[in-house]
């Protein structure tokens, strides 16, 4: 019995209590992060940190589009009996997003590390055209910028008139090497284009993901019709000028010509000496034009003509020099008794210029006077005069200046002149006026000397004039520049009774003449309004009923007496020929109101004289 018993516990043991033997499992392990990227590679790993109990028989990675790949999926085998490897994925695909993770294997099965997504690089490229370059009238550089997007791009130029574009041209760089993340500079040279034309273009970038087109720019190659300014003529002469203009060919071979006439159907051409010219900016030209006419009116205008079409300036006139002589009569000079100087000036407008004067004692003139520097030219006012004697006293002359070039004639306004009736021994002139039978200057003496030359004594001092028994003048208050010449020189009786005080031909008049004088304008009591000036600018107060019908225009000298000047604006004093008696000779007193009364005067005073013609 015992021995069955032991039997029996050896067989519940058997079965009862558990082998000590471990089983094994799948290993544990860790996937490391996905580095060094590319379009078609990238590098990952594991580490395996338990082997489940059993040798490792395999291991690496394992990657698919989806989550969580498994060694049924693409994966790497990796040698060696570390725990921690690094694979190598290839053959990837760009611009894909992937997940990988590590795995081990043991007689257990296979364990997974957790997965790590991850995204190829590359993409369709990207570009951007940029500015245009050297351009010239038949070529252009075509400048951009593509990102490859790390694939290797083929870069072209689509360009032509229209957005159809119809050409093509490879850039200088494609293609593009796809290993960077960044725009890459692309250019290309464009030749044998047309000369003044807008293009269009465009970059078209091409790389295995795709063909993408940059936006639409636009370009102009060189050259447009001419760009003409018509500039000012200058170097004017009589028959000559200088044509100026501004010409812009706008980098095309341009001619170039002045039109120029007297219209602006112009009907002349004369090419300038840069007749073609290349520029692509204003060139000056010029030409010099002759033959022309006198004092004409021309227009010119600058044309220019390229392959393009042609283009004038504005029209412009200029005026050669010359015209018809400008005249000016002028005041006449020297004017004496018997003789005068004809003055004028003349501007002969630049052209050889004749002229002469025409005189005579009426506006219908009658005789022709040739006038001194004749002829001549030149552009400025010349004097021109012409003296002559012969005239008649006391007469008035009418004489104008007519000058006459290739281009008309030109009459000066009528100017006038009187010759006077005496010469004083000073050379004072003098007119006259005839009253009924008598000739009497118009004018006070106011000689300082005696006809003989002798020097007639100037007395200054009141007392000492009052004092003298001889001869003596003076102006009124010893003012010679405000009153000798308007009212004329005082003198005493003494220098009166010498008989050689008035002009050769005349004397100072006797009371007989003067009562003549008187008689013949009504008597004294109306014939002081006959003899006086007219109005208040030398008379004072109103001067009423003064006509100065005579001529005679008796002017209110005053007087110089005992107590000195006085008188003045308001008498008239005029010495007679005859003496009164030992101390007094005779005058002829007008004044205010107008009477002329015959007085006995002392003869040292002073008066004025007025001379009757002998």
């Known amino acids: 019995m015992k021995k069955q018993f032991n039997v029996l516990g050896i067989i519940l043991t058997i079965i009862l209590v558990p082998s000590c033997e471990k089983k094994s499992v799948p290993p544990s392990l860790s996937t490391t992060t996905v580095t060094e990227i590319s379009t078609t590679t990238a590098i990952s790993g594991g580490s395996i940190t338990a082997d489940g109990g059993a040798p490792i028989v395999s291991k690496g990675v394992c990657w698919n589009t989806s989550d969580d790949p498994t060694i049924e999926s693409s994966k790497t085998t990796e040698n060696g009996d570390v725990l921690s490897f690094t694979s190598n994925i290839t053959q990837l695909s760009p611009n894909t997003s992937y997940y990988v993770r590590a795995y081990a294997t043991n007689n257990a099965g296979t364990g997974y590390g957790k997965s790590v997504s991850f995204k190829t690089h590359g993409d369709k490229p990207a570009s951007n055209t940029l500015n245009t370059s050297n351009i010239t009238i038949n070529s252009a550089t075509l400048n951009g910028s593509v990102n490859p997007n790390f694939l290797s791009t083929t870069v072209t130029f689509e360009y032509g008139v229209s957005t159809s574009?119809?050409?093509?041209?490879?850039?200088?760089?494609?293609?593009?090497?796809?290993?960077?993340?960044?725009?890459?500079?692309?250019?290309?040279?464009?030749?044998?284009?047309?000369?003044?034309?807008?293009?269009?273009?465009?970059?078209?970038?091409?790389?295995?993901?795709?063909?993408?087109?940059?936006?639409?720019?636009?370009?102009?190659?060189?050259?447009?019709?001419?760009?003409?300014?018509?500039?000012?003529?200058?170097?004017?002469?009589?028959?000559?000028?200088?044509?100026?203009?501004?010409?812009?060919?706008?980098?095309?071979?341009?001619?170039?010509?002045?039109?120029?006439?007297?219209?602006?159907?112009?009907?002349?051409?004369?090419?300038?000496?840069?007749?073609?010219?290349?520029?692509?900016?204003?060139?000056?030209?010029?030409?010099?034009?002759?033959?022309?006419?006198?004092?004409?009116?021309?227009?010119?205008?600058?044309?220019?003509?390229?392959?393009?079409?042609?283009?004038?300036?504005?029209?412009?006139?200029?005026?050669?020099?010359?015209?018809?002589?400008?005249?000016?009569?002028?005041?006449?000079?020297?004017?004496?008794?018997?003789?005068?100087?004809?003055?004028?000036?003349?501007?002969?407008n630049y052209l050889p210029t004749n002229f002469f004067f025409e005189f005579g004692t009426s506006t219908s003139y009658g005789s022709l006077l040739p006038a001194s520097q004749y002829p001549f030219s030149g552009g400025d006012f010349l004097g021109t005069s012409n003296s002559f004697t012969g005239l008649t006293s006391e007469t008035t002359y009418h004489y104008r200046i007519i000058a006459e070039n290739e281009l008309g004639?030109?009459?000066?306004?009528?100017?006038?002149?009187?010759?006077?009736?005496?010469?004083?021994?000073?050379?004072?002139?003098?007119?006259?006026?005839?009253?009924?039978?008598?000739?009497?200057?118009?004018?006070?003496?106011?000689?300082?000397?005696?006809?003989?030359?002798?020097?007639?004594?100037?007395?200054?001092?009141?007392?000492?004039?009052?004092?003298?028994?001889?001869?003596?003048?003076?102006?009124?208050?010893?003012?010679?520049?405000?009153?000798?010449?308007?009212?004329?020189?005082?003198?005493?009786?003494y220098a009166v009774n010498t008989g050689n005080l008035c002009p050769t031909g005349w004397h100072v008049p006797s009371d007989v003449e003067w009562t003549t004088l008187i008689d013949f304008l009504g008597g004294n009591s109306v014939a002081g309004t006959k003899l006086k000036e007219t109005g208040t600018l030398h008379w004072i107060g109103s001067n009423p009923n003064a006509t100065n019908v005579s001529g005679f225009t008796t002017l209110p000298a005053g007087d110089r007496g005992n107590s000195g000047f006085g008188n003045l604006t308001l008498g008239a004093y005029f010495w007679h020929s005859t003496e009164y008696s030992i101390w007094g000779g005779q005058i002829t007193y007008i004044q205010y109101p107008p009477t002329a009364d015959i007085l006995p005067f002392n003869k040292e005073y002073g008066a004025s004289v007025r001379c009757l013609k002998n």
Request: with cysteine.
């Open 165 to 348: 574009y119809g050409s093509t041209a490879t850039a200088l760089e494609s293609p593009v090497v796809g290993d960077t993340d960044g725009n890459v500079s692309v250019k290309a040279d464009l030749l044998e284009l047309t000369f003044g034309t807008t293009y269009h273009f465009r970059i078209k970038a091409e790389n295995s993901l795709g063909i993408t087109y940059s936006n639409d720019m636009t370009f102009k190659t060189l050259g447009q019709v001419p760009a003409s300014i018509t500039q000012a003529a200058t170097n004017l002469n009589i028959k000559t000028a200088k044509l100026n203009g501004s010409v812009n060919p706008n980098s095309l071979s341009t001619t170039i010509i002045f039109e120029w006439g007297t219209t602006t159907s112009y009907g002349n051409s004369v090419a300038p000496s840069q007749s073609t010219i290349i520029a692509n900016a204003p060139v000056y030209v010029n030409t010099d034009l002759a033959g022309l006419n006198p004092g004409t009116t021309y227009h010119f205008r600058v044309k220019a003509t390229n392959v393009l079409g042609t283009t004038n300036g504005d029209d412009l006139t200029f005026k050669t020099l010359g015209d018809v002589p400008t005249v000016i009569t002028e005041p006449a000079q020297n004017v004496k008794i018997t003789s005068a100087t004809l003055v004028a000036s003349v501007n002969p």
């Open 409 to 493: 004639k030109s009459i000066g306004e009528d100017v006038t002149f009187t010759t006077y009736s005496a010469e004083d021994a000073d050379q004072n002139f003098y007119h006259s006026v005839t009253i009924g039978t008598q000739k009497w200057l118009n004018e006070n003496l106011k000689n300082t000397h005696f006809g003989n030359g002798t020097a007639i004594p100037y007395i200054i001092n009141n007392s000492e004039w009052n004092n003298l028994t001889t001869s003596a003048y003076c102006w009124y208050n010893n003012d010679e520049t405000t009153n000798k010449n308007t009212y004329g020189a005082l003198y005493n009786w």
